[in-house]
C-alpha cells in the first residue's frame, strides 16, 4: 500500500456507509452526482444532519463545516432563525404566481444594503441570476459579447463558462481576459470593445484557487467597461459576505448591475439580479416590448422568509467577527506549514481563505477528479473531522465561535502533517 492509498484507505475505512451510499446513487445519478462543484474522489460523504458550524455523515462522524453549503450558510447549518422563520409562513403555503409581503419586504432589504440595487428581479440560482445579468446587458447594448476573467466561475450557464473546463474566447459570446492584469484587459477591450455588452466581474477569486483582487483593479474593470459603453455586472454571489453593502462597498465600486445568490435565501434556492431603474425598467411587465423573465419559483415565500431573517442578521459586527476568525485560521495554517517545511499558498479576503499546494497545477477545477496534494490535504482534512471545499476552500460563518475555530486549527494542522508524512514518504 502506497502512503497516498494510505490517507484514502483511511478515508474510505472511516465511511463504509456512505460509500454504500455513493455506490447506489451511481446507479441514478452520473458519478453518482449532481452537483460536479461538490464532488471530489473518491466520493464525498453523505451527510445526515447539519447544526451551526457542524455537520453529521451517515457513519455518524462529525465535521467542522468550513465550506457550508458552498458559502451559501452564512449563520452555519440549520440557522434557527431562518428555520423558524420557514416553519411560520409554511402555514400559509409555499409558492404561489402573485407577489408577497414578504416578496417586496426582502427586495426593500436588499435595495436597502446594496446601492446598485435600484430595481431587482429574484432568481432560483446565481447561475440563473448571471444569465438574466448578461441577457439584460446584451438587451440594453445591443452587443453580443461578455468579458469575464480566466478561472472566474459565475454558475452553470455556457456562456459564462468562457475561461474554464478548458474553453477559452465563446466565438459571438464570451471573452477571456486575466484577473489582476489591466493589460491582458486593455488588450481585449481595445480590439473588440465597441462589441461589448458588459465585463462581468467575480472580485474575488474563489473556484480553483482564492485570489484576492491587487488594489485598484476592480475600479479599473469598471472604468475600462464605462469607456467602451458596457456595463460592468459585479457577481457578489459569494462576496456579498464582504461588507453590509456587499463587495461594492468593501472595493468602493460602483456596478451597473450586481448579481446575487448563495445565502440570500438563508438556507434555501434565491438569487437576485439588479441594477439601475433605467436597465431594469426592460424587465417592466406594464412596458410594451419588455424583457421576458418568467421563473415558477421566482421571489417564493418560502426563500425570501429565510432570507429576510438571515441577511437581518448580517451585521457588520457579525461580518467583522467572521473575518478575524477566517484570518486566525489562515495565520496558524501558515505557521504551521512553514514549521512543517510545507510550501503552501495562503491566500484570503474577508471570511474567505484558500489554501494551495506550490507543488499543484494553478487550478484544478478543469478536471474534478485529478488527484495533486490539494486532493489529499482535502481527504486529510475530512478524516480529522473538518470538511473543507475541495479546491481547498476554507470559508467561516457567523456561527463559527472560537470553538470552532480552535478545531479548525488543531484539524487543518493535522492534516497538513498527514500530507508532509505523504511526501515525505516519497523521498524514502
Ligand atoms: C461567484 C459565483 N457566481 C455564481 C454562482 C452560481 O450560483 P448557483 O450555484 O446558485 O447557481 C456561484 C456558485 O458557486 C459562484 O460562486
New binding site residues.
Partial sequence: MTSRSFIEERYRSETPLSAALMSKAAAVLPGGNTRT?SFHPPYPVVIERGDGPWLWDVDKRRYLDLFCN?LSLIHGNNYGPAREAIQTVMQRGTAWSGASREQIEYAELLQDRIKALELLRFTN???EA?MLAVKAARHITGRPYIVKSMGA????YPDLEAGLYGKRDLEGRALVATFNDVHSYERVMAQHGKEVAAIVI?PVL??GRVVPPAPGFLTYLQTLARRYGALSIV?D??MLRLAVGGSAEKFALQPDMVVL??FIGGGTAV?AFGGSREIMKIFDPTRRGCVFHGGSFNGNLVGCAAGLVTMRDLTAERIAAMDAASLSIRSALARRADALGLEVILTGTGSVAGIAFAADPERHEDDPSALGLAALFHLACLSEGVLIGPGGILSVSTAHDADAVSFAIAGLSAALETVAEFLGSLTH
Wanted: charged share 15%; net charge negative; hydrophobic share 10%.
Fill in positions: 462543484t458552498g440560482s446565481g447561475s448571471c466561475y459565475h454558475g452553470s467575480e474563489v473556484t457577481d454571489c459569494l445568490g448563495k438569487g
